[in-house]
Nanobody
Framework: VQLQASGGGLVQAGDSRRLTCAASGRTFRSYAWFRQAPGKEREFVAAFMPSGRRSYYTDSVKGRFTISRDGGKNTVYLEMNSLKPEDTGVYYC??????????????????WGQGTQVTVSS
């Protein structure tokens, strides 16, 4: 299984950006994006469960970010709108088979991409 994240870059506050995670292998129960800001722990951003097409978000991105998946391309997207400086960090895509209560947990995902840097300037 390989996950290849891309789409990061330097943007200004208020801008939009789309991250892409190209996956290989089988369909997992859940796909997620996490991020890690300098000096902080990796935190959950969003998750998508293909069965039932359910999505989950951390409170700080609700209404601004949208996670989706194209099954035919085996690709997961994170559409980020109204970006804020506090959204800055390295964004990692992940895939795994967590139980529902662990969808937002780092430990719920076995497979990780390499990360893509998003920097939002004020």
């Amino acid at each position: 299984v390989q996950l290849q994240a891309s789409g990061g870059g330097l943007v200004q506050a208020g801008d939009s950006r789309r991250l892409t995670c190209a996956a290989s292998g089988r369909t997992f129960r859940s796909y997620a994006w996490f991020r890690q800001a300098p000096g902080k722990e990796r935190e959950f951003v969003a998750a998508f469960m293909p069965s039932g097409r359910r999505s989950y978000y951390t409170d700080s991105v609700k209404g601004r970010f949208t996670i989706s998946r194209d099954g035919g391309k085996n690709t997961v997207y994170l559409e980020m709108n109204s970006l804020k400086p506090e959204d800055t960090g390295v964004y990692y895509c992940a895939a795994g088979d967590p139980i529902l209560s662990a969808v937002r947990a780092f430990e719920g995902y076995r497979h990780w991409g390499q990360g893509t840097q998003v920097t939002v300037s004020s």
